[in-house]
């Protein structure tokens, strides 16, 4: 349950702002079609975090334990320096695929734009982290859809009025956490 609960808190956090958030926002002003956008989204985060939590397993079961507690540790690390790194979105990720109608031109640049990001790359240490990926995979899509939803309904309004820097350094320091307690050890019960 603590593998759901924290990659669904960790990635509703770290998406704020982000660039998928963004081009939520975008999508929705755009289109006008929220039920379109919100199943492209979940779709497009379904592969995408599939993937990485996939890839999280393999790591688990491929990489010595010592090993793998410093990698995750320095790789949550690391996320909580990128997560204060604030977000652009590129036009050509807002304008892929006009031809494919509103659900598919979200689920082209939602899977697209979360390649590399930060929250992928979350759900990977986190799959491996806690060895659950399924859990993983299921909280970090909850957390997407938690920050992205809202973005598709309220636009911009709300962005005006959510202080992105707090919510950015909290984010931070949950990722600085789990890597300062990767490192110490917090995963010995899990074999790293």
Do not use: C
């Amino acid at each position: 349950m603590e593998a759901l609960l924290v990659s669904t808190g960790v990635v509703a956090l770290a998406e704020i702002g982000d660039k998928t958030q963004l081009l939520a926002f975008l999508l929705a002003a755009r289109f006008k079609k929220p039920l379109p956008i919100i199943l492209g989204i979940l779709v497009a985060t379904l592969l995408n975090h599939g993937l990485a939590g996939a890839l999280g397993a393999w790591i688990t079961a491929t990489v010595s334990p010592s090993t793998l507690r410093w990698v995750l540790g320095l790789s949550f690390i690391g996320m909580a320096v990128w997560t204060l790194i604030p977000d652009k979105i590129e036009e050509e990720e807002a304008q892929v695929a006009q031809r494919f109608g509103v659900f598919g031109a979200t689920l082209v640049t939602f899977f697209l734009a979360e390649m590399g990001d930060k929250t992928q790359i979350a759900t990977v240490a986190m799959a491996a982290h806690y060895g659950t990926p399924l859990l993983v995979i299921a909280g970090t899509t909850l957390g997407m859809l938690i920050a992205d939803v809202p973005a598709v309904f309220v636009g911009d309004k709300l962005a005006a009025k959510i202080p992105m820097r707090l919510v950015h350094a909290v984010a931070a320091a949950v990722f600085a956490v789990l890597g300062v307690a990767t490192l110490l050890g917090a995963g010995a019960r899990l074999g790293f």
